[in-house]
């Protein structure tokens, strides 16, 4: 990328793991799956996940204009794919949608996705849609879009899985939001994960288990809050976001999660940690720059 100093926006439209919830004591944090975007001046936005949170992101969006998009697409777990179709701009012939990720396998991305927005799952293909939406498939590369550095990696979870690193105007985010904590609770943490999130100024990652839950999951896939700090410790991590929240987890529950975690991230050199919530906003400025 250019050497271009200045602020990227993360927006967080879902931050909910598993699958959308709807309850009153859920509302604070949200209930929209995992969707966050990146948007700069001057580029095309980037968005990390195709969750539920995609249909409240499309519908503030001016319908008709112009509009070239990336997707950065972990796997194929429901809570990261379905809000695709409710995407509004994607009614507009004047959208485009390139989606990159690892398919299922030796299989496409393009094909997978194919596999499971199709009847009797879904009324329409992804051809149907006016807008165009084209596939990449990216599983452990790096490439530039629009000027902006991309890594992706695999990561531990079920399945094949990546996780991201995005560099733009001189601020670099990782995007890690399901991550399978090692099944023995040592501090191992998987270099290509170590890769990704070294020295980034946001990570942000799994956080769905509390350490009593972790026992009676252990092989879902997911970690506890601690796990996270240890992964932004251990990478130089400047500002940490809990994300990928467990459905039964409410409002209060979250805040607990909060107040726990901060001493411990603190004691650890972790300057900032952020409990994620549906419609936060991040602006985020190079401490590499003037
Ligand atoms: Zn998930
Ligand atoms: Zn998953």
Known sequence: MGDD???VDVSFHGVRGS????CPTLQRYGGNTSCVSLEAAGHDPIVFDLGTGMRPWGRSMPPEDPLTLHALVTHFHWD?????????PL??????????????RDASMEDTFGQFMCPPYFPIRVSDLPASVLFHDAHSSDFELDGTEIMSRPVPHC???????????GVSVAYIPDHQEPIDRSTHVDPAVLELCADVDVLIHDAQLWSDELAAKSTWGHCTPE??????????????????????????????????IEATAISRGISNVICATEGLKLSVGSRHGS
């Open 91 to 104: 009614q507009s012939a004047n959208t485009a949608l390139h989606v990159y990720g690892p398919g299922d």
């Open 80 to 88: 990261h794919v379905q809000g695709l179709p409710f995407f509004t």
């Open 227 to 260: 796990y996270a700090v240890e992964v932004a410790a251990q990478a130089g991590v400047h500002t940490l976001v809990l994300f990928h929240h467990d459905p039964s987890h409410t409002d209060e529950d979250l805040d607990e999660m909060s107040e726990r």
């Open 19 to 22: 699958t959308p919830c709807s």
């Open 159 to 169: 399945g094949k899985t990546n996780g991201y690193r995005v560099t733009r105007n």
């Open 5 to 7: 100093i200045g602020s």
